[in-house]
């Protein structure tokens, strides 16, 4: 295939038609939809996890980072999970035809806001085969087509996956190429989709920060921007310490590569000390290599228990970085006021946490940091679509137009004005 000459228009085309099929489809028949996709899932994971074997021994021949492999494997387990979440987008209410709002003017004309499909979406992501399934599953629970470019590292994983649902589409009689791929066109089909507006509603990036910004200055398709995660989390001196270091823990050894793990740790300088001694003896000894300030690396040079090795010298470049690996960047504050504005300059807006036990500062971080998603006294992973009630995600946005956070169906979903009348006129 010409790279300079990709026309996918017939893609366009094909998904515009499938998704008009699918807007008289009533919930029932999408439920059907996604639970044969889920069954078919499981019933043919052999494949699927054959084609995946080959991405990820790829992605390792090519030097492929541990957090960029974890994101790209699938095992039995990872794929039974991958089909629940659709079972929970099925189990979820339909949010097409929801009326928002409603009224009765005084010329007795009947006025509704109700929720309507996107259309087409488009979703370009990077060596993630789960969000296959998840874009798939809510753009058509939502009642959209959707066209997906997946990305050379996934490649097979993608072409098997696709292929699944497709046929299990087809299995319940609606059109299979609700479900569409670029994927053959490597990123000449990626640059094709951010031409094709008029083809494709809205185009959705997931992955690295050099991707999403390419997206976002160079399609002349209308973008909903999914940020990188520079998160944080800031210990309160009010904060219960124990709670504090688990809750540091899990955000960010509990899965590394993934947008809400932490990258960035603050601390109080009123409990450094105490604080940071025990933390640091529990991340160096998970393998976690401690990016830190001259007062963390001070304490830490005075306890016998932390690892020295895995102690460097933070740069500013570190205050910026989504490592998506183990490694924190780790900085003593003076106060919360210095803590929210570390935040403030440096975070991307994706999640930042506090812990505290004080109401007063847990009201000001929520009021005054700037993010997609704000914790307090919870470990940032729960900024996740299945974890706060959506079934699954398509992305988490850090934009402030149409949505922001965790993306699940009414995101991708517009709204039409229905004007009822008896041949009324406008006097």
């Known amino acids: 295939m010409n790279d300079t000459t990709v026309d996918i228009s017939a893609l366009t085309d094909a998904a515009r038609a499938a998704s008009r099929v699918l807007s008289r489809a009533r919930s029932g028949r999408k439920n059907d939809a996604l639970a044969a996709i889920a069954a078919a899932l499981v019933d043919r994971s052999g494949m699927i996890l054959d084609a995946n074997a080959q991405d990820v021994e790829r992605g390792r021949a090519a030097g492929m980072s541990d957090g960029l492999l974890d994101r790209l494997a699938l095992d039995e387990a990872r794929l039974r999970s991958i089909a629940a979440s659709v079972r929970d987008v099925a189990a979820l209410p339909d949010p097409v035809g929801q009326v928002l709002r409603g009224s009765t003017n005084d010329l007795g004309l009947r006025i509704t806001q109700v929720r309507v499909p996107l259309g087409v979406v488009g979703m370009i992501y990077e060596a993630r085969p789960n969000v296959t399934v998840d874009a798939a599953s809510l753009a058509l629970k939502a009642g959209n087509a959707v066209i997906l470019r997946g990305g050379s590292a996934a490649e097979a994983s993608n ?18 190429d609700l479900v569409q791929t670029v994927d053959p066109w490597g990123r000449a089909g990626a640059q094709a989709m951010m031409r094709a507006r008029g083809g494709i509603d809205v185009l959705i990036p997931r992955g690295g920060a050099g991707l999403i910004r390419a997206i976002v200055e160079e399609s002349r398709v209308p973008v909903i921007e999914t940020g990188t995660g520079n998160c944080h989390v800031y210990v309160d001196d009010g904060a219960d310490l124990a709670t504090a270091e688990d809750i540091i823990i899990n955000a960010k050894t509990q899965r590394v590569g993934v947008c809400n793990a932490a990258e960035t740790l603050l601390v109080h300088r009123a409990v450094a000390e105490d604080f940071l001694a025990a933390a640091l003896t529990r991340l160096t000894t998970a393998g976690v ?6 007062e963390a690396r001070r304490i830490a040079a005075g306890d016998a228990s932390i690892d020295a090795g895995m102690i460097v010298a933070a740069t500013e470049e570190d205050w910026r970085t989504e490592y998506l690996s183990m490694d924190l960047a780790v900085r003593v504050v003076d106060s919360l006021d210095e803590a929210i504005d570390h935040i403030r300059r440096y975070s991307t807006g994706h999640t930042e946490a506090i812990c505290t036990r004080s109401l007063e500062s847990a009201r000001r971080f929520t009021a005054e940091v700037d993010a997609a998603a704000i914790a307090v006294n919870a470990s940032t992973r729960f900024t996740d679509g299945a974890q706060v009630g959506l079934g699954a995600e398509i992305g988490i946005s850090t934009q402030k137009l149409h949505a922001r956070g965790p993306m699940g169906l009414e995101e991708l979903t517009t709204s039409t004005w229905i004007i009822e009348g008896a041949g009324t006129v406008r006097p």
């Open 289 to 294: 290599t401690i990016h830190a300030d001259e």
């Open 159 to 176: 072409r098997a996956i696709i292929a699944v649902m497709r046929d299990a589409l087809a299995g319940v009689g609606l059109p299979a």
